[in-house]
């Protein structure tokens, strides 16, 4: 959540500054000390591309977005707060391809959308994040399990929503990063730093599943810096092999490998590798696409483009 809904962030630098970094060749300030970007082990990436954009209607404030396990080239995406708790899937190229209202949750703030395995009975799984608190006042949050539409298509439908009531050990925060670990499905938050503030972002846990109709307490897992740009995390994605985790901020996106046998924030303690981003006005939403190592990013606002990075393993 922001302090407008269609605002656009704008940062200024000082003109020496802009002076030194052109004559660098870079993108922002130096990493912050203590933190580093990997230079090895990265995966290998072209160009940004505009592969299309949203449709027109009431996507127009994109806080989320994740593939399909389910249906090919198939994303869905939520808007950001002040909308119905519901979700849209469409085409890679933006194309609708559904909308689908979600019985038995609330919207208060909906700030990401991760995939991963169901709590019960298998299969596959959407989990949505009502995890945004940019006045850090409330008092708990929650996750919200759908199971993935058998079809796309047709009017709007709804489908119902196991809810998942989650609480911080040390008070309020917000967030707009929701990773869930496609083998496990284990639940990890990485907490949003104010704009001004320089403290670090946090990593917050839920390594098991509470049981049906419980609240569960998140575990700290230490701090997180971006080591480049600008500090605020506003969106992630667990690969769908495990095999690292893309984390985006609103102007930069990195990859954290990960090994099969770690947590996700054990693989978010490592230095990242700087990741292809695609310049997006208040950019929150990031996914990897299913069967390789490409992955999507959208901005807000209406008929938003969706921009394409194609990689290769590291």
């Keep these: 959540m922001h ?89 890679l190229d933006g194309a609708p391809r559904g909308e689908f209202g979600v019985a038995g949750a609330t919207a208060v703030d909906w700030e990401g959308v991760a995939r991963g395995p169901c709590g019960a009975g298998g299969g596959s799984c959407l989990f949505f994040g009502d995890i945004g608190d940019n006045d850090r006042e409330r008092d708990g949050y929650a996750l919200y399990e759908v199971r993935e539409p058998d079809a796309l298509g047709g009017a709007p439908r ?34 949003k730093v104010k704009k001004k503030k320089k403290d670090s972002a946090r990593i917050y846990e839920l390594l098991a599943r509470p049981a049906a109709g419980r609240p569960a307490t998140l575990t700290g897992a230490g701090p997180i810096t971006a080591p480049v740009g600008k500090p605020q995390f506003t969106g992630g994605d667990v690969h769908p092999d495990g095999a690292g985790v893309l984390l985006r901020t609103y102007s930069h996106v990195f990859f954290y490998p990960m090994a099969r046998d770690q947590t996700v924030a054990q693989a978010l303690a490592g230095p990242p590798c700087e990741m292809p981003a695609a310049d997006e006005d208040q950019g929150e939403a990031i996914a990897w696409v299913p069967g390789g190592w490409d992955y999507v990013t959208i901005g807000e606002g209406d008929e938003a483009p969706i921009h394409r990075v194609s990689c290769q393993p590291p």
């Design 3 to 91: 302090w407008s809904r269609k605002a656009t962030v704008r940062w200024l630098l000082q003109p020496a500054l802009a002076l030194a970094l052109l004559a660098a060749g870079c993108r922002g300030a130096g990493p912050p000390a203590g933190v580093a970007v990997r230079t090895s082990g990265c995966p290998r990436c072209g160009g940004v591309a505009r592969v299309g954009a949203l449709p027109k209607g009431d996507l127009d404030e994109c806080s989320g977005v994740v593939a399909s396990a389910m249906h090919a080239d198939a994303l869905y995406l939520h808007n950001d707060s002040g909308d119905a708790p519901r979700f849209f899937a469409i085409g």
């Design 158 to 191: 709804a489908l119902s929503a196991e809810a998942i009531s989650l609480a911080y050990p040390d008070g309020s925060h917000n967030a707009e990063t929701l990773l869930v670990h496609p083998v496990t499905g284990a639940f990890t938050v990485v907490t």
